[in-house]
């Protein structure tokens, strides 16, 4: 155990001292996509992309409510089960429970959906089936790049999502 937590503190000491070479690391927030391709395709406006992600949010926040139980009902069947428990019908319920618990997480994606496309106009709606032939298109467009029948497309603008710049150590002349 002494050489692991050994091994551990070495690490941690090397790792402090490297980043303390390399010097100040300011934290950046991260920002939200923008979706400007999804935007000018769809022609959105900045309040219905402020609404796809406030119900994309309320989605993933059901979700993760869901993924807790999830995590505290196996939590106490994994110690049920440590614990070497004769208590089958408590184990079945857990595992029934979990079970039920994992078929809930399928249903959130429908009632979102049908928010999520509540907020888009009619002519909206209709062009999302331009979207999902072009998902359907991409692994054969793929393979025939692959095999030189067409070009791959123009590099696109990167996104606009804000990256730390980097922080070069000092030169010191020595070389």
Not at 20 to 43: D, E, R, S
Not at 64 to 87: E, F, R, V
Request: net charge positive; proline share 7%.
């Amino acid at each position: 155990m002494k050489p692991l937590f050994l091994a551990i503190a070495i690490g941690c000491l090397l790792v402090s001292l490297l980043l303390a070479q390399i010097g100040t690391i300011t934290p950046t927030t991260i920002t939200q996509p923008v979706y400007t391709q999804l935007k000018a395709f769809l022609n959105l406006t900045d309040a219905q992309v402020q609404s796809l992600i406030q119900i994309q949010a309320n989605r993933t926040a059901a979700q993760q409510a869901i993924y807790k139980q999830i995590n505290d009902k196996q939590a106490q069947l994994n110690l049920l089960l440590n614990q070497g428990t004769s208590h089958a019908v408590t184990v079945s319920q857990l595992e029934i429970d979990i079970n039920n618990l994992r078929k809930q997480l399928q249903i959130p994606n429908t009632s979102h959906r049908t928010s999520a496309l509540a907020v888009l106009t009619p002519d909206q709606t209709a062009k999302l089936a331009d979207l999902v032939r072009a998902l359907q298109l991409q692994q054969p467009a793929w393979q025939a790049i692959t095999l030189n029948l067409i070009d791959a497309p123009a590099p696109t603008a990167p996104s606009p999502v804000s990256m730390p710049p980097m922080v070069m150590p000092a030169e010191t002349g020595r070389w």
